[in-house]
């Protein structure tokens, strides 16, 4: 069964620094969509990505933090100068475009962000 | 603002025994609601949407129940298992533009015991 993957599993990075954060969506996937969870705390939408374009962004989505598709696979997420509430879990997540928008997202295992 | 609220509470339940969980919403107009399980340190995966004109949704031992007019979604697994020992997250998506962002509740950690 298809599925979302990504890498690193795990990025420990010191204050400051850049990290690019990558996925691989599902293949047939179109809607792309990165999330983030702090230890303890509920998954947060960062921002979604159509089109080669984004859809919508968050408020945490500001220009610390940029999207881009590099080919047609991948699916990145960079985050310049990091800062130490940087870190947690993130989440790329895809889904399909079919005849009606189908909204179930499918989601990777996560990145483990850890800025020290 | 927007909150959703789910039960902060773990839930304890017998094998064999029906979870319901409960997932409450204001300030918001959802098209669509969602369920999501989580287990300790992966990604959320989908279990079931639900349509705002549908009453209710059905996958094999899983039941969700949408009610626009309370703002309230019950999710039920029937016949638990130990192996449905995990967190269970509600999410709600708008009907046009929003990019299919979804909103997170807090979810309910659910431990089913032999």
């Known amino acids: 069964e298809p599925e979302v993957t990504q890498t690193p599993s795990h990025q420990v990075t010191q204050m400051g620094q850049e990290v690019i954060l990558r996925c691989v969506p599902i293949?047939?996937?179109?809607?792309f969509y990165w999330y983030r969870q702090i230890l303890g705390q509920k998954v947060e939408f960062l921002v979604s990505?159509?089109?080669?374009?984004?859809?919508?962004k968050s408020e945490i989505f500001d220009d610390q933090f940029s999207v881009e598709r590099p080919d047609g696979s991948n699916f990145t997420l960079k985050i310049r100068s990091t800062k130490l509430e940087d870190s947690a879990m993130y989440f790329c997540?895809?889904?399909?475009?079919?005849?009606?928008?189908?909204?179930?997202?499918?989601f990777g295992p996560g990145t483990r962000l850890t800025v020290t | 603002s927007q909150k959703i609220e789910q039960n902060s509470e773990a839930l304890n339940i017998q094998e064999g025994k029906t979870a319901t969980l409960t997932c409450n919403y204001t300030?918001?107009?959802?098209?669509?609601l969602q369920w999501y399980r989580q287990d300790p340190g992966r990604g959320p995966v989908f279990l079931l949407l639900?349509?705002?004109?549908?009453k209710e949704k059905r996958k094999e031992r899983l039941k969700v129940t949408f009610d626009t007019t309370l703002k309230q979604s019950l999710f039920h697994i029937t016949a638990s298992q130990p192996a449905d020992s995990a967190t269970y997250l509600c999410?709600?998506?708008?009907?046009?533009?929003?990019?299919?962002?979804?909103?997170f509740g807090t979810g309910t950690q659910l431990k089913v015991e032999l």
């Open positions: 990505f159509y089109n080669n374009e984004i859809s919508e």
């Open positions: 300030n918001y107009s959802p098209a669509y």
């Open positions: 997540a895809s889904s399909p475009l079919t005849s009606g928008p189908t909204y179930e997202q499918y």
């Open positions: 639900i349509r705002e004109n549908e």
């Open positions: 999410a709600l998506a708008p009907l046009t533009g929003g990019g299919n962002k979804l909103t």
């Open positions: 293949s047939n996937h179109l809607y």
